[in-house]
């Protein structure tokens, strides 16, 4: 079974604060994801990563940036928190980003739900 | 235009019947969909995933694709209050945007005991 893993379920943290989100994957997976996820706006891409070192700009960039050292580890960001920044965030690990196939299906780790105050 | 609506529900359907969720998309290049399950306070998962048109069946749960009419669905037979989740669906973008997956904001569905 795919395992994604995410440093912390649940986050306080203060206006201003960085902040580091840490996932990891255990599949060997090229790609990974950092989502958030608000009431009644589904998931939003933030950034995603198809290899080492790479990294691609998603729908939400701003207020945020990624770090992927190794394949199986892709950090979120967060340079100086601010309140609209509360959300639920999740990162995901796919095989491969073809348009077609199994091996698109993007897998979840538990999340984490990070409150600014 | 939302890139991929659902209704938000909630749909609430007895036990034992079957339930019938609904996605629409605006892309028309899109190749791949899929729908994930999320529990309250959890991560999405995988349930189903349909590449080409007509129905794709796995236990209890259809797909349902229809590309000329832009169109997804799944289909839940003999629902259990286990079933009672938001169900997501999910839809590739082209290869312009490098086949990112677009997200519905999900439809709420209650089984009633």
């Known amino acids: 079974d795919v395992k994604v893993t995410q440093s912390s379920r649940y986050l306080v943290k203060r206006t201003g604060e960085k902040v580091f989100l840490e996932c990891v994957q255990d599949?060997?997976?090229?790609?990974m994801f950092w989502y958030r996820q608000d009431p009644g706006l589904g998931l939003r891409l933030i950034y995603f990563?198809?290899?080492?070192?790479?990294?691609e700009k998603g729908d939400i960039p701003e207020g945020y940036s990624v770090s992927r050292e190794k394949k199986e580890r892709f950090s979120l960001i967060l340079e100086s928190a601010s309140t609209n920044q509360t959300s639920m965030y999740l990162c995901?690990?796919?095989?491969?980003?073809?348009?077609?196939?199994?091996?698109?299906?993007?897998?979840f780790g538990p999340g984490t739900r990070l409150t600014v105050l | 235009q939302k890139e991929v609506e659902q209704n938000s529900g909630p749909l609430s359907v007895p036990e034992g019947a079957i339930a019938s969720l609904n996605c629409t998309y605006s892309?028309?290049?899109?190749?791949?969909f899929f729908w994930y399950r999320q529990y309250s306070g959890k991560s999405p998962e995988l349930i189903m995933s349909i590449y080409s048109n007509g129905d794709k069946e796995d236990g209890r749960f259809t797909a349902q694709l229809n590309k000329a009419s832009q169109y997804v669905s799944l289909l839940i037979r003999d629902s259990q209050p286990s079933d009672s989740a938001t169900y997501l669906c999910a839809v590739t973008r082209g290869m312009d945007s490098n086949y990112q997956l677009i997200w519905g904001a999900g439809t709420k569905l209650i089984i009633k005991p």
């Open positions: 892309d028309r290049v899109s190749q791949s």
């Open positions: 599949m060997d997976h090229e790609n």
């Open positions: 995901a690990s796919s095989y491969t980003v073809s348009g077609q196939g199994e091996k698109d299906t993007q897998y």
């Open positions: 990563s198809y290899d080492v070192k790479m990294k």
